[in-house]
C-alpha cells in the first residue's frame, strides 16, 4: 500500500473511532438521564445520597458481577460520596414489591419510546416469551419462592417471565414480570402480549414447549398471534412422528385437548432439522408444505433470548438477601440496564448506519461509561 494512503487510512480510522467513541458516551449520558430520575427510591428530601448516588454503585456491582457489600468498598475508592451496601439494600427492602414493577414497567415505556421512534423498530417485529428461574438457596416458604427441578442443589427458585424482541440489533425485553408459584402462565402470557401489542407491530411470537398447551394456544388465538412452539411429544404426536418418518415435511391439522371449551385446533408440522432429525411444531402460521423448513429457520430465533440472558447476567449484583423486593429490584435492574445497553448500540449504529453484526460497545466499557457520567448538559441526540 501506498504510504501516504495508508497514513491516510490510519487517520480516518483514528478519527472515526474517537467520534464513534463521543457519540457513545453522549448516548449513554442521555439515556442515563432520561432512566435514573424514575427509579424512585423514596428517599427522604435531606438524605445524604441521592438516586444517582445508589443507582450508580448498584450498576458497577452488577458490572463486576459482584455482591454489594464487597461493590461498595471497592467503588468509594473510584467515586465520591458512595453509600454502603446496608443503606442501599434499606432502601431498596422498604419498597413494596407492586411499586418495584410498576417503577420499572415506567422505565421500559420509556425505553421502548426512545427505540421505536426510530424507522428500524417501526417494522413488524418478532417476539419471544420465556421464563427465567434464579436458584435459591433459603426456605420454601419464604415469599415468592416457587419450585422447580433440582439444580445446584436446590430445587427452588424465584421465577420471571420476559417477552422480548428477537431481531438482530434489537434484542431488546419490552417487558419482565415476576411469577408466584400459583401465577398462570395464560394469565401473564395475556399481560405480556397485550403490553407488546401496545408498543410495536407484532409478527410472530415464539415460545417454548412448556407453553404448549390448549389454555395458552387459544388464548394466542384470541389475541390474534401468529404463533409457532414446539410440540411436546405426547404419545398421539409420536405415532404421527412414526407415520411420517422418512418425510422432510408434513403439516396436518391437530386438535388438542378432551372437552369442547378447552379444546385447542391448530397446525402440527413435521420437519428435519439441518441434522435431519425430526422436530415438531405447533402454529397457526400458514406455510406451504415445501417450505415448511422456514418454520424451523423462524424458530431459531429464539435461542437469541438464550444470548441475551447469558449478557444480562453481565448486568446483574449478586446478592443473598431474602427480602424479595431487593431480589427482584436487583433483576428489573439488570433488565433495565441490559435494554439501555442494547439502546446504546442501537442508536449508535443509526449514527454511523452501521449494520449491527456483533456490540459496537461492549457490556463491560457501557458500564463503566454509565456509572462515571454526570446526566448533565445533554438534551438530545444529534
Known amino acids: 500500500m501506498n504510504p501516504n494512503k495508508e497514513s491516510k487510512t490510519k487517520e480516518f480510522n483514528k478519527s472515526f473511532h474517537n467520534l464513534k467513541s463521543k457519540e457513545i458516551r453522549k448516548i449513554t449520558k442521555l439515556l442515563k438521564k432520561q432512566i435514573y430520575p424514575l427509579i424512585d427510591l423514596k428517599m427522604h428530601h435531606n438524605s445524604n445520597y441521592?438516586?444517582?448516588?445508589?443507582?450508580?454503585?448498584?450498576?458497577?456491582?452488577?458490572?463486576n458481577h459482584d455482591f454489594t457489600n464487597n461493590g461498595?468498598?471497592?467503588?468509594?475508592?473510584?467515586?465520591?460520596?458512595?453509600?454502603a451496601s446496608n443503606t442501599v439494600i434499606h432502601h431498596i427492602k422498604k419498597l413494596d414489591v407492586d411499586y418495584v414493577e410498576k417503577l420499572f414497567i415506567k422505565a421500559f415505556d420509556v425505553l421502548i419510546k426512545s427505540a421505536t421512534k426510530h424507522k428500524p423498530f417501526k417494522r413488524k417485529v418478532d417476539l419471544a416469551i420465556d421464563i427465567t428461574e434464579q436458584m435459591y438457596y433459603g426456605d420454601k416458604n419464604d415469599y415468592m419462592v416457587c419450585e422447580t427441578k433440582p439444580k445446584d442443589g436446590?430445587?427452588?427458585?424465584?421465577?420471571?417471565?420476559?417477552?422480548?424482541?428477537?431481531?438482530?440489533?434489537?434484542?431488546?425485553?419490552?417487558?419482565?414480570?415476576?411469577?408466584?408459584?400459583?401465577?398462570?402462565?395464560?394469565?401473564?402470557?395475556?399481560k405480556l402480549i397485550e403490553y407488546a401489542?401496545?408498543?410495536?407491530?407484532?409478527?410472530?411470537?415464539?415460545?417454548?414447549?412448556?407453553?404448549?398447551?390448549?389454555e395458552i394456544i387459544n388464548l394466542l388465538k384470541e389475541l390474534r398471534i401468529e404463533f409457532l412452539m414446539p410440540a411436546i411429544k405426547n404419545v398421539k404426536i409420536q405415532k404421527y412422528m412414526a407415520k411420517y418418518s422418512g418425510m422432510q415435511s408434513k403439516i396436518i391439522d391437530y386438535a388438542m385437548g378432551y372437552r369442547k371449551?378447552?379444546?385447542?385446533?391448530?397446525?402440527?408440522?413435521?420437519?428435519d432439522d439441518k441434522t435431519g432429525t425430526q422436530r415438531a411444531f405447533a402454529t397457526n402460521i400458514s406455510m406451504p408444505e415445501q417450505l415448511a423448513h422456514?418454520?424451523?429457520?423462524w424458530y431459531s430465533k429464539r435461542w437469541g433470548i438464550e444470548t441475551s440472558y447469558r449478557v444480562k447476567g453481565d448486568f446483574k449484583p449478586r446478592t443473598?438477601?431474602?427480602?424479595?423486593?431487593?431480589?427482584?429490584?436487583?433483576?428489573?435492574?439488570?433488565?433495565?440496564?441490559?435494554?439501555?445497553?442494547?439502546?446504546?448500540?442501537?442508536?449508535?449504529?443509526?449514527?454511523?448506519?452501521?449494520?449491527?453484526?456483533?456490540?459496537?460497545?461492549?457490556?463491560?466499557?457501557?458500564?463503566?461509561?454509565?456509572?462515571?457520567?454526570?446526566?448533565?448538559?445533554?438534551?438530545?441526540?444529534?
Open 261 to 271: 371449551y378447552n379444546r385447542a385446533r391448530f397446525k402440527l408440522v413435521f420437519v
Open 294 to 297: 422456514y418454520y424451523f429457520k
Open 197 to 214: 401489542k401496545s408498543k410495536v407491530k407484532v409478527r410472530y411470537v415464539y415460545l417454548d414447549r412448556g407453553f404448549f398447551n390448549s
Open 320 to 382: 443473598t438477601s431474602k427480602y424479595y423486593s431487593v431480589r427482584l429490584f436487583y433483576f428489573m435492574w439488570s433488565v433495565c440496564l441490559y435494554n439501555v445497553w442494547v439502546l446504546v448500540n442501537f442508536l449508535v449504529a443509526l449514527v454511523f448506519h452501521i449494520e449491527i453484526e456483533k456490540p459496537l460497545v461492549t457490556a463491560k466499557l457501557f458500564g463503566a461509561i454509565l456509572y462515571s457520567q454526570k446526566p448533565e448538559g445533554i438534551t438530545n441526540l444529534a
Open 72 to 83: 461498595s468498598k471497592t467503588f468509594e475508592l473510584l467515586k465520591e460520596n458512595t453509600p
Open 154 to 190: 436446590t430445587s427452588h427458585c424465584f421465577r420471571y417471565i420476559t417477552i422480548n424482541v428477537v431481531e438482530n440489533g434489537k434484542r431488546f425485553t419490552l417487558l419482565a414480570l415476576p411469577m408466584h408459584k400459583f401465577t398462570t402462565k395464560a394469565k401473564v402470557v395475556r
Open 50 to 63: 441521592s438516586e444517582e448516588d445508589f443507582l450508580d454503585l448498584l450498576t458497577y456491582v452488577a458490572m
